[in-house]
């Protein structure tokens, strides 16, 4: 079973006065950006009104909960046109990024959307003729969310060997889970609307893969700290122990049922492997050697094949299966030849795009 220890240890957004003071929890980390550079345009008038028709002035703040201050910084705001253009979609008329937003906007209906990280929200805004606008307050009912892993029990893991992925929690029809985010680096905080999401970490490339559903509460960052059950190995063959790695050495990793999850042609090869039971197997100027070995989770450690210690087999097919004359022998499936070729293991938003993201709302 995955392990995950969360830990709701800053709080983001709290009453005033903290609220100033709780948003700079987001600038200690780095964060995620997924909103392009965009023009501020403040003044609209409808297409096919007329001109000179009186412009409002409307403003808007955002806020992660109910009873938090104002976001001050990392919105962006979109102001769409209800009316769909020729290609069947909303046309974009103002865009602002920044904290509260202004613009100037004639009488007429209009959807705003505002977006902070991957959380947002959007709502129907009428502009009257004849009176001024309310300043429009709109909640995103969101908080953020960062990521870590180590390995066994405590045993820290190097940034560039981690990976995350997070998905929603529901299942579609089809199976899959709606993608979030990918390829979300460690210590990085992702601003998500309020909810429960499932991530997968990733460690190394072979098999170290972990999955937990974790929960982002509303003004709140969570940190997530994954237990992966795995470790980092590194194989080599020797004609002794401790000796030198001998070259032109292609290897394969076999679990205890025979299925081969990791190849490569190296003297020094290293993979992170899910716990559990492996042989490795090495092939050298046509011959064979192989040694079981186990790997114990957060147990980094280096597994020698020696030459001189086993018989090296011949890469001969069984001996209960004849070969007609003539016939070569292969290498055992799976087991890669000294030689060969290992395979290598934004515009700006339309409404619709808004709306495809998790979280956005229309009321």
Known sequence: MPFARIGLAIALMLLTPFGAAAQDAFKEFKQLESTPKMPKLNAFVAPGAAQGLRLRDVSLEAKLTADGAPVEDGLSWYVFSPVAGADGKLPLIASSRGGTAAFQLAAGDYFVNVSFGRAGVTKKLTV???????????????????????????????????????????????????????????????????????VVSEYGNVNATIRADIQVEAGKLTEATIQHRAAQINFKLV?????????????????????????????????????????????????????????????????????????????????ATALPPGQAAAGPKGVPQPGDEIPPQPPLPSYEDLQNGDGASLD
């Open 128 to 198: 009257p003729d004849a009176s001024e606008v309310d300043k429009q307050v709109m909640i995103l009912d969101a908080g953020g969310l960062l990521l870590n892993a180590v390995s066994g029990s405590d045993v820290r893991i190097r940034p560039n060997q981690l990976s995350f992925s997070i998905y929603s929690a529901e299942v579609r029809d089809d199976g899959e889970r709606g993608l979030v985010m990918a390829d979300v680096p460690p210590n990085t905080v992702v601003r998500l609307n309020a909810g429960t999401y499932h």
């Open 239 to 319: 004609s002794e122990a401790g000796g030198e790695a001998i070259a032109d050495t292609a290897w394969s990793i076999l679990t205890a049922a025979g299925d081969s999850v990791g190849e490569s042609v190296s003297a020094f090869p290293t993979m992170v492997l899910a716990e559990g039971e492996y042989t490795a197997v090495a092939r050298n100027k046509d011959k064979i050697y192989q040694r079981d070995f186990t790997v114990v989770a957060g147990v980094n450690t280096d597994v020698e094949v020696l030459m001189k210690d086993q018989q090296a087999q011949q890469p001969i097919a069984p001996a």
